[in-house]
Protein backbone atom coordinates (compact mmCIF):
# COMPACT_ATOMS: atom_id res chain seq x y z
CA UNK A 1 0.00 0.00 0.00
CA UNK A 2 1.93 3.31 -0.95
CA UNK A 3 2.42 5.59 1.61
CA UNK A 4 0.74 8.81 2.42
CA UNK A 5 2.59 11.96 1.62
CA UNK A 6 2.16 15.35 2.59
CA UNK A 7 3.31 19.03 1.01
CA UNK A 8 1.93 22.84 1.78
CA UNK A 9 0.81 24.94 -0.80
CA UNK A 10 1.44 28.47 -0.16
CA UNK A 11 -1.39 30.88 -0.10
CA UNK A 12 -1.40 34.26 1.06
CA UNK A 13 -2.49 33.67 4.45
CA UNK A 14 0.17 31.18 4.92
CA UNK A 15 0.72 27.18 4.18
CA UNK A 16 -2.18 24.59 3.48
CA UNK A 17 -1.28 21.08 3.83
CA UNK A 18 -2.67 18.90 1.43
CA UNK A 19 -2.21 14.97 2.04
CA UNK A 20 -1.92 12.53 -0.70
CA UNK A 21 -2.20 9.09 -1.32
CA UNK A 22 -1.76 7.56 -4.73
CA UNK A 23 -2.24 3.95 -5.69
CA UNK A 24 -0.08 1.36 -7.54
CA UNK A 25 -2.53 0.52 -10.18
CA UNK A 26 -4.97 3.35 -11.78
CA UNK A 27 -8.47 3.62 -12.29
CA UNK A 28 -8.68 6.28 -14.65
CA UNK A 29 -10.69 8.21 -12.20
CA UNK A 30 -10.05 12.05 -11.74
CA UNK A 31 -8.76 12.39 -8.45
CA UNK A 32 -10.57 12.89 -5.17
CA UNK A 33 -10.20 16.07 -3.13
CA UNK A 34 -11.06 15.62 0.18
CA UNK A 35 -12.45 17.98 2.76
CA UNK A 36 -12.49 18.08 6.12
CA UNK A 37 -15.58 19.22 8.73
CA UNK A 38 -15.95 21.68 11.21
CA UNK A 39 -13.49 21.78 14.21
CA UNK A 40 -11.38 18.67 12.89
CA UNK A 41 -8.80 18.26 10.16
CA UNK A 42 -7.52 15.98 7.17
CA UNK A 43 -7.19 12.91 9.76
CA UNK A 44 -10.44 12.23 9.66
CA UNK A 45 -10.27 11.01 5.87
CA UNK A 46 -7.16 8.14 7.05
CA UNK A 47 -9.68 5.48 6.03
CA UNK A 48 -11.28 6.69 2.96
CA UNK A 49 -7.87 7.40 1.63
CA UNK A 50 -6.90 3.50 2.06
CA UNK A 51 -10.30 2.61 0.58
CA UNK A 52 -9.76 4.98 -2.53
CA UNK A 53 -6.39 3.87 -2.88
CA UNK A 54 -7.45 0.11 -3.19
CA UNK A 55 -10.35 1.52 -5.57
CA UNK A 56 -6.91 3.07 -7.77
CA UNK A 57 -7.67 6.50 -7.17
CA UNK A 58 -5.78 9.12 -6.49
CA UNK A 59 -6.59 11.37 -2.83
CA UNK A 60 -5.39 14.26 -1.52
CA UNK A 61 -6.93 15.62 1.77
CA UNK A 62 -6.48 19.48 2.83
CA UNK A 63 -6.29 20.68 6.15
CA UNK A 64 -8.12 24.03 5.64
CA UNK A 65 -6.79 27.14 6.99
CA UNK A 66 -5.55 27.06 10.60
CA UNK A 67 -6.52 23.50 10.52
CA UNK A 68 -4.47 20.03 11.41
CA UNK A 69 -0.92 20.23 9.67
CA UNK A 70 -2.10 23.67 7.97
CA UNK A 71 -0.57 27.31 9.46
CA UNK A 72 -1.70 28.23 12.58
CA UNK A 73 -4.31 31.41 12.19
CA UNK A 74 -7.02 33.57 13.82
CA UNK A 75 -10.02 31.28 12.62
CA UNK A 76 -12.48 33.87 14.54
CA UNK A 77 -13.23 36.23 10.84
CA UNK A 78 -12.50 32.71 8.84
CA UNK A 79 -15.89 32.75 6.29
CA UNK A 80 -17.41 29.83 4.06
CA UNK A 81 -16.06 32.05 1.13
CA UNK A 82 -12.35 31.51 2.92
CA UNK A 83 -12.66 27.78 3.00
CA UNK A 84 -13.70 27.60 -0.67
CA UNK A 85 -11.01 29.23 -1.42
CA UNK A 86 -8.64 27.16 -0.31
CA UNK A 87 -10.35 24.19 -1.59
CA UNK A 88 -9.77 26.01 -5.10
CA UNK A 89 -6.35 26.58 -4.38
CA UNK A 90 -5.45 23.04 -3.51
CA UNK A 91 -7.33 21.99 -7.25
CA UNK A 92 -5.38 24.47 -8.82
CA UNK A 93 -1.95 22.55 -7.10
CA UNK A 94 -3.11 19.18 -7.76
CA UNK A 95 -3.84 20.29 -11.55
CA UNK A 96 -6.28 17.85 -12.93
CA UNK A 97 -10.10 17.63 -13.01
CA UNK A 98 -11.38 16.17 -9.69
CA UNK A 99 -14.28 15.27 -7.88
CA UNK A 100 -13.81 16.96 -4.43
CA UNK A 101 -15.50 15.46 -1.61
CA UNK A 102 -16.85 17.24 1.53
CA UNK A 103 -18.07 15.75 5.34
CA UNK A 104 -20.50 17.99 7.42
CA UNK A 105 -19.27 21.52 7.60
CA UNK A 106 -16.57 20.70 4.46
CA UNK A 107 -19.60 19.65 1.77
CA UNK A 108 -20.80 22.78 1.83
CA UNK A 109 -17.24 24.46 1.24
CA UNK A 110 -16.92 21.41 -1.18
CA UNK A 111 -20.08 22.42 -3.41
CA UNK A 112 -18.61 26.24 -3.31
CA UNK A 113 -15.25 25.37 -4.59
CA UNK A 114 -16.98 23.35 -7.48
CA UNK A 115 -19.80 26.35 -8.15
CA UNK A 116 -16.50 27.68 -9.76
CA UNK A 117 -13.76 25.78 -10.23
CA UNK A 118 -14.84 23.41 -12.97
CA UNK A 119 -15.21 20.27 -10.67
CA UNK A 120 -15.53 17.14 -12.68
CA UNK A 121 -18.49 15.68 -9.36
CA UNK A 122 -19.38 16.65 -6.13
CA UNK A 123 -19.94 14.53 -3.39
CA UNK A 124 -21.08 15.64 0.16
CA UNK A 125 -21.55 13.06 3.29
CA UNK A 126 -24.13 14.83 5.27
CA UNK A 127 -22.80 18.36 4.22
CA UNK A 128 -24.59 21.42 6.00
CA UNK A 129 -27.34 22.46 3.41
CA UNK A 130 -26.82 25.39 0.74
CA UNK A 131 -29.72 28.05 0.51
CA UNK A 132 -31.60 30.24 -1.77
CA UNK A 133 -31.55 33.40 0.30
CA UNK A 134 -29.91 34.70 3.41
CA UNK A 135 -31.73 35.24 7.40
CA UNK A 136 -30.40 38.57 7.90
CA UNK A 137 -31.99 38.16 11.67
CA UNK A 138 -29.07 36.17 12.09
CA UNK A 139 -26.11 37.74 14.20
CA UNK A 140 -22.72 36.87 12.34
CA UNK A 141 -20.45 36.67 15.80
CA UNK A 142 -16.69 36.67 15.20
CA UNK A 143 -14.73 34.47 17.35
CA UNK A 144 -14.00 30.79 17.72
CA UNK A 145 -15.15 27.89 19.54
CA UNK A 146 -13.84 24.07 20.15
CA UNK A 147 -15.23 20.35 19.43
CA UNK A 148 -17.00 20.40 22.80
CA UNK A 149 -20.11 22.74 20.60
CA UNK A 150 -20.27 19.22 19.11
CA UNK A 151 -21.05 16.93 21.85
CA UNK A 152 -16.99 16.09 22.25
CA UNK A 153 -16.39 16.91 25.88
CA UNK A 154 -13.48 14.21 26.63
CA UNK A 155 -10.48 12.32 25.23
CA UNK A 156 -11.27 9.44 26.19
CA UNK A 157 -11.97 6.68 23.39
CA UNK A 158 -13.56 4.16 24.74
CA UNK A 159 -16.24 7.42 25.74
CA UNK A 160 -17.62 9.22 22.99
CA UNK A 161 -21.35 9.46 22.87
CA UNK A 162 -21.30 11.39 19.61
CA UNK A 163 -19.71 8.36 18.02
CA UNK A 164 -21.62 5.59 18.76
CA UNK A 165 -20.65 2.98 15.83
CA UNK A 166 -16.90 3.66 15.83
CA UNK A 167 -14.57 1.29 17.68
CA UNK A 168 -11.89 2.11 20.01
CA UNK A 169 -9.04 2.82 16.83
CA UNK A 170 -11.68 4.91 15.24
CA UNK A 171 -12.76 7.31 17.91
CA UNK A 172 -8.84 7.43 18.91
CA UNK A 173 -8.47 9.30 15.04
CA UNK A 174 -11.28 11.05 15.33
CA UNK A 175 -10.08 12.30 18.68
CA UNK A 176 -6.75 13.21 17.38
CA UNK A 177 -8.22 15.29 14.08
CA UNK A 178 -9.75 18.40 16.46
CA UNK A 179 -9.24 21.34 16.53
CA UNK A 180 -10.62 25.15 16.84
CA UNK A 181 -13.29 26.31 14.72
CA UNK A 182 -14.81 29.83 13.42
CA UNK A 183 -17.56 31.00 14.89
CA UNK A 184 -18.17 33.52 11.94
CA UNK A 185 -18.10 30.43 9.81
CA UNK A 186 -20.81 28.82 12.05
CA UNK A 187 -23.38 31.45 12.21
CA UNK A 188 -22.89 32.14 8.41
CA UNK A 189 -24.46 28.40 8.03
CA UNK A 190 -26.85 29.54 10.00
CA UNK A 191 -28.11 32.15 8.22
CA UNK A 192 -27.74 30.73 4.63
CA UNK A 193 -24.55 30.24 2.37
CA UNK A 194 -25.89 30.46 -0.95
CA UNK A 195 -25.70 28.46 -3.63
CA UNK A 196 -27.89 28.97 -6.93
CA UNK A 197 -26.61 25.95 -9.14
CA UNK A 198 -23.85 23.66 -9.53
CA UNK A 199 -22.50 23.25 -12.99
CA UNK A 200 -21.30 19.55 -11.86
CA UNK A 201 -23.38 16.43 -10.80
CA UNK A 202 -24.04 15.96 -6.96
CA UNK A 203 -24.18 12.98 -4.65
CA UNK A 204 -24.98 13.34 -1.09
CA UNK A 205 -24.54 10.06 1.23
CA UNK A 206 -26.74 10.24 4.73
CA UNK A 207 -26.31 7.91 7.35
CA UNK A 208 -29.30 6.15 8.82
CA UNK A 209 -27.75 6.83 12.44
CA UNK A 210 -27.36 10.36 11.90
CA UNK A 211 -29.65 11.94 14.25
CA UNK A 212 -27.73 15.21 13.24
CA UNK A 213 -28.17 14.94 9.51
CA UNK A 214 -31.18 13.09 8.26
CA UNK A 215 -31.79 12.32 4.58
CA UNK A 216 -35.39 14.67 5.38
CA UNK A 217 -32.63 17.71 5.91
CA UNK A 218 -32.33 17.32 2.23
CA UNK A 219 -36.09 16.76 1.55
CA UNK A 220 -36.15 20.77 0.18
CA UNK A 221 -32.75 20.69 -1.22
CA UNK A 222 -33.34 22.91 -4.53
CA UNK A 223 -29.98 21.62 -6.13
CA UNK A 224 -30.74 18.62 -8.47
CA UNK A 225 -28.78 15.67 -6.67
CA UNK A 226 -28.30 11.74 -6.49
CA UNK A 227 -28.84 10.23 -2.76
CA UNK A 228 -26.96 7.53 -1.24
CA UNK A 229 -27.48 6.22 2.21
CA UNK A 230 -24.60 4.06 4.42
CA UNK A 231 -26.96 1.98 6.80
CA UNK A 232 -25.79 1.97 10.10
CA UNK A 233 -23.25 5.41 9.62
CA UNK A 234 -23.74 7.94 12.47
CA UNK A 235 -22.56 11.03 11.52
CA UNK A 236 -18.64 10.28 12.38
CA UNK A 237 -19.12 6.79 10.93
CA UNK A 238 -19.51 8.27 7.30
CA UNK A 239 -16.23 9.34 7.27
CA UNK A 240 -14.61 6.77 10.10
CA UNK A 241 -16.77 3.51 10.22
CA UNK A 242 -14.47 0.90 8.62
CA UNK A 243 -17.58 -1.41 8.51
CA UNK A 244 -19.52 1.21 6.91
CA UNK A 245 -16.70 2.18 4.04
CA UNK A 246 -16.21 -1.34 2.81
CA UNK A 247 -19.70 -0.56 0.70
CA UNK A 248 -19.97 3.64 0.98
CA UNK A 249 -16.33 3.69 -0.73
CA UNK A 250 -16.88 1.12 -3.74
CA UNK A 251 -20.53 2.55 -4.13
CA UNK A 252 -19.27 6.08 -4.29
CA UNK A 253 -16.29 5.19 -6.78
CA UNK A 254 -19.08 3.39 -8.81
CA UNK A 255 -21.11 6.50 -9.15
CA UNK A 256 -17.93 8.46 -10.10
CA UNK A 257 -17.29 6.08 -13.03
CA UNK A 258 -21.03 6.74 -14.03
CA UNK A 259 -20.64 10.55 -14.49
CA UNK A 260 -17.50 10.02 -16.15
CA UNK A 261 -17.11 7.25 -18.41
CA UNK A 262 -21.48 7.13 -18.83
CA UNK A 263 -21.17 3.32 -17.26
CA UNK A 264 -25.33 3.03 -16.45
CA UNK A 265 -27.49 5.86 -16.12
CA UNK A 266 -27.18 8.20 -13.05
CA UNK A 267 -30.92 9.17 -11.93
CA UNK A 268 -31.65 12.47 -10.37
CA UNK A 269 -33.51 12.86 -7.48
CA UNK A 270 -35.07 16.09 -5.95
Not at 1 to 26: E, F, K, N, W, Y
Not at 152 to 167: E, F, R, S, V
Not at 214 to 229: F, G, I, Q, T
Request: charged share 20%.
Amino acid sequence: MPQRTSRAVPTRHGSLAIHARLPSHDSRLPPFLLVHGAANSARVWTYWQSALADEGVDSYAIDLRGHGDSTPADLSGASMRDYADDVRAVLEQVARPAIVVGWSMGGLAAMLAAERAGAVGCIGLAPSVPAVQVDGTVELRHGEFGPQEYGITGADPDDQPAMPDLDREECAIALASLCRESRYARDERAAGVVIETLPCPLLIVTGTRDAQWPRARYDHLHLPAVYRSAEGASHWGLVLNRRVLASLVPEVVGWAREIVFGEGAVATDR
